[in-house]
């Protein structure tokens, strides 16, 4: 990963509304959400939050397919693992101890991802 793409990255998810996007969609996957259901969670409307998927959509942060009318964005989580890999890539100076409680904080993350609770549903 290069360090423009990592730029290009964070600067769409700072923006609030793509950021709740976003976050929604982690808490959704892997099935995802309808655009026009993620509007309605966030309560925002359809055309601005299209913008705003096409900007997460080009960062590489979600990505979507057709369902006959309906169009389902899901998080890019593989993009999320690149990222991370890439911040911390020469983390700890040789010693992996000192990451340690970073790494057992996304393997906890990631095993009580079925335990997350479902906002907003």
């Not at 793509?18 to 259901?37: N, Y």
Request: hydrophobic share 40%; charged share 20%; glycine share 6%.
């Amino acid at each position: 990963m290069e360090i423009s793409s990592v730029i290009e990255s964070f600067a769409a998810l700072s923006q609030e509304t793509r950021l709740e996007a976003f976050r929604l969609l982690v808490k959704h996957e892997p099935e995802g959400l309808a655009a026009g259901e993620i509007a309605r969670r966030l309560a925002v409307p359809h055309n601005t939050l299209s913008a705003h998927l096409a900007v997460l959509a080009r960062a590489g942060w979600v990505f979507s397919r057709r369902q006959g009318r309906s169009v389902i964005y899901r998080a890019d989580l593989g993009h999320v693992q690149e990222t991370i890999r890439f911040l911390v890539q020469d983390c700890c100076a040789g010693h992996p101890q000192v990451c340690e409680p970073l790494a057992t904080s996304l393997i906890a993350c990631s095993t009580s991802q079925d335990n997350v609770g479902r906002d907003n549903e």
